[in-house]
């Protein structure tokens, strides 16, 4: 049951990663959690893949050229329950702060764009894949599955998180609207990619997505967003072309209330730093009044969603065949051996 008497302190990180450094990142974001501490929060969000840093060499050459970096990436992603990922729950214990981030997970030797929620006291509440990476992500990441739609219980309320243009994704949004989702993090990437040669990747969309689903779903909105600095052109963009196809900046960190309006002065789209806004959910109450669209302003008779949440699902499994043994059998004809299926 949500309570909309709850009132903190929330921040979004605008910065950039440190590229192919699992270490260095979390070094990072440990700085940033524990300034964000400092400054009076109770929760901090990272930007999508924040931890190795978003994958821009998948946008701007063959996939001849891209191999370089996919071993280093895969080897700086983090596997969940790893030493790393111990680092980061012992961290937030220790700052006193929920901390929410992107990042690539490895699991076993794939990978999958991430999200995780872990609690001021050092427990990982929640984690999830993006359910489709988008275009030339779906070249180095898997899929999500329904368990990754989900909102969860936190010591700053009912959290949920979605990366990137999953904020484009209609059935997704009213699926995580209709779990009482009161603050949503809503991870994004740097928006300087094609600048000016694709409009649908730039800030103008992508914030006006976050600024909309604050409205929608009648949620506060924490929209931390990547930067392209030095570090990230000295790393990808070996080519005059590729500095200009990945321009520099593109930080756009926002926070939204559940009216639509913007509750943080915007940082420049070249500086690194956090936003903060003093959240009250009674101002969800307020906005529901009006409209919520899995509430009294639905219409249930008309359209319904059917969800298949089926959690994670089992690649392989093993049973063991039931056959009628007969008392003649010998003890070596009656083992029967497993079959995988």
């Not at 991870?187 to 409009?199: D, H, R």
């Not at 990547?226 to 963009?237: D, F, H, L, P, V």
Request: charged share 20%; aromatic share 10%; hydrophobic share 40%.
């Amino acid at each position: 049951m949500p309570d909309y008497t709850t009132t903190f302190r929330a921040a979004a990180v605008q910065a950039e990663s440190v590229w192919n450094d699992v270490e260095g990142g979390i070094d990072k974001l440990i700085a940033y959690a524990t300034e964000a501490k400092n400054n009076g929060a109770d929760i901090v969000a990272f930007p999508e893949t924040w931890i190795p840093g978003y994958p821009w060499f998948l946008w701007l050459d063959s996939v001849a050229w891209q191999s370089q970096f996919l071993v280093p990436y895969a080897q700086n992603s983090i596997e969940i329950g790893s030493p790393q990922w111990e680092r980061i729950e012992k961290a937030a214990a220790t700052i006193g702060i929920t901390i929410g981030f992107g990042f690539s997970e490895r699991s076993g030797a794939s990978l999958y764009m991430a999200q995780a929620v872990i609690d001021d006291s050092g427990t990982t509440v929640s984690t999830r894949r993006k359910l489709k990476p988008t275009h030339v992500e779906r070249t180095q990441f898997g899929d999500g599955d329904g368990s990754d739609i989900a909102v969860v219980d936190t010591p700053v309320g009912r959290v949920g998180s979605l990366n990137c243009w999953e904020h484009l994704q209609p059935l997704t949004k009213y699926a995580m609207y209709a779990q009482d989702e009161q603050l949503h993090i809503g991870g994004w990437p740097a928006f300087s990619l094609f600048e000016g040669a694709a409009f649908a990747l730039g800030p103008e969309v992508n914030t006006a997505a976050s600024r909309l689903y604050a409205v929608e779903g009648q949620c506060f909105v924490l929209a931390p967003c990547g930067i392209i600095g030095e570090a990230a052109q000295q790393t990808y963009a070996d080519t005059e072309l590729k500095a200009q196809l990945l321009n520099r900046g593109g930080g756009h960190a926002r926070i939204f209330g559940p009216d639509g309006r913007e509750l943080a002065e915007p940082l420049a789209p070249t500086e690194e730093g956090i936003l903060y806004a003093d959240i009250d959910y009674a101002q969800i109450l307020a906005a529901k009044n009006a409209a919520d669209p899995v509430g009294h302003y639905s219409r249930p008779d008309v359209f319904t969603l059917h969800m298949r949440d089926q959690g994670r699902l089992q690649k392989v499994s093993k049973s063991t065949p039931s056959v009628p043994v007969s008392a003649e059998a010998t003890e070596d004809e009656a083992t029967l051996e497993p079959s995988v299926l």
